[in-house]
């Protein structure tokens, strides 16, 4: 595994820091909680598809894009991030929104990252949920270049073999990390969607034969085809990094039971979730995934999953700025009302 040999911006702050959550720790009991800060990797304010688009932004550049085009839920946290890769290189960018929840207030239809796409210089045009959105794109992509654009399109959430090659870079990083700390990694947990930041956390894990067991935590589709998408593009990702076969299907682990009704649509443990480590720890998840990642995390710790004396990394993916769309369902009287 030798990822200087593909074309890479370096626009990401890295490496991310990796710290102890002392207080929630306590707060449950146990386990020993650490955090591994993906929502501080820069770019629009960061997050995991940062690791993604160095990779991805790299392979449009270098073939003379003048366009970028990607698609996602209204709050799209890769779409926010791509419209910051494009503003950063002089690409246009147009974006492909679908209305997953059916909210219709202003602020989850206009603000957070919406706002941000906007404010990017990114052109955005909605769609109802269910559309064929990977259709759709293919569409526009093509109208685009009859109009003589090299356009460079990016698959939802950024999730190809060549964007997961931002996770297996990440993997190492935290191996190192936790190996100039003294630091062993037990289990390593987030908030899986699109599968390329797992897809490729399980190449690198497995690459480096580190033996951490990883889960993710599901935001969207049910267990065994979540499983499947991250064990395929895995797979790919491992043939493409140079260590193919290195990935089993039993290494891939999703526990989707804290979706809830469906994608976007927090449940009453994800807001808890959100509160808790805002209280507690002063950071920021969001409704979409890091809070139902959290969510699984913290009822892991609770119904004694992971043992008392185990150290659990939790990869915090970001999203923060979906936030102040979701306002409607985050006011303090009902977050707390959830928890109790
Ligand atoms: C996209 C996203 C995820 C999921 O990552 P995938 O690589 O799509 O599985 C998790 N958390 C946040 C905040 C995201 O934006």
Partial sequence: MHLARFPRLHLAHLPTPLEPLERLSKELGGPEIWIKRDDCTGMSTGGNKTRKLEFLMAEAEAMG???????????????????????????????????RTGYPDHNYNENGNV??????????????????MPGEMERAAQAERQKDKLVYVIPGGGSNATGALGYANCAMELVNQANERGLVIDHLVHATGSSGTQAGLIV??????????????????????????????????????????????????????????????????????????????????????????????????????????????????????????YDSVLIPGTARMAAE
């Fill in 204 to 325: 690198g894990l497995k690459a480096l034969n580190a033996g951490i067991p990883l889960l993710g935590f599901g935001t969207r589709a049910p267990q065994e085809k979540q499983e499947q998408m991250v064990y395929d593009l895995a797979c790919k990702t491992a043939d493409k990094i140079g260590c193919s076969g290195v990935v089993t299907r039993a290494d891939v682990r999703a526990d989707t039971s804290y979706v809830g009704d469906g994608y976007g649509l927090p449940r009453a443990d994800t807001l808890e979730a959100i509160r808790m480590f805002a209280e507690l720890e002063g950071i920021l998840l969001d409704p979409v995934y890091s809070g139902k990642g959290a969510a699984g995390l913290i009822d892991y710790c609770r119904k004694g999953k992971f043992k008392k004396a185990e150290r659990v990394v939790f990869l915090h993916t970001g999203g923060a700025v979906g936030l102040f769309g």
């Fill in 115 to 132: 706002l941000l796409d906007h404010l990017h210089g990114a052109t955005t045009e909605r769609f109802p949920g269910g559309h064929d």
């Fill in 65 to 99: 894009a003048d366009m970028v085009m990607t698609q996602g839920a209204t709050q799209s946290n890769h779409a926010r991030q791509t419209a910051a890769f494009a503003a950063k290189l002089g690409m246009k960018c147009h974006i492909l929104l679908e209305d």
